[in-house]
């Protein structure tokens, strides 16, 4: 389960489409440690052909964490 963040954290609902570098200023090193932490936080399992460029927008982000592997039940 995924648990939510405090409100005043949260992106508006529009921000999901927008994209992560040239929009929101989120560059490859900045994606790695995202998901690095994300994977972490919500211990899901990574495969090595895993490429970050695969994951534009938070949209992406957030489907990829919804349909990921986790490694513990």
């Known amino acids: 389960m995924i648990r939510r963040p405090p409100r005043s954290t949260l992106f508006p609902y529009t921000t999901l489409f927008r994209s ?3 929009d929101l200023g989120i560059d490859s090193i900045k ?3 995202l998901f ?3 994977a972490n936080e919500f211990d899901i399992q990574t495969s090595e052909d895993l ?3 695969d994951f534009p927008t ?3 982000v957030k489907a990829f ?3 990921a592997p986790q ?3």
């Open 36 to 38: 690095g932490e994300l």
């Open 71 to 73: 490694t513990t039940a």
């Open 58 to 60: 938070l949209r992406d």
């Open 20 to 22: 992560l570098e040239a």
């Open 31 to 33: 994606k790695a440690q």
């Open 51 to 53: 490429s970050l460029d």
């Open 65 to 67: 964490l919804e349909a």
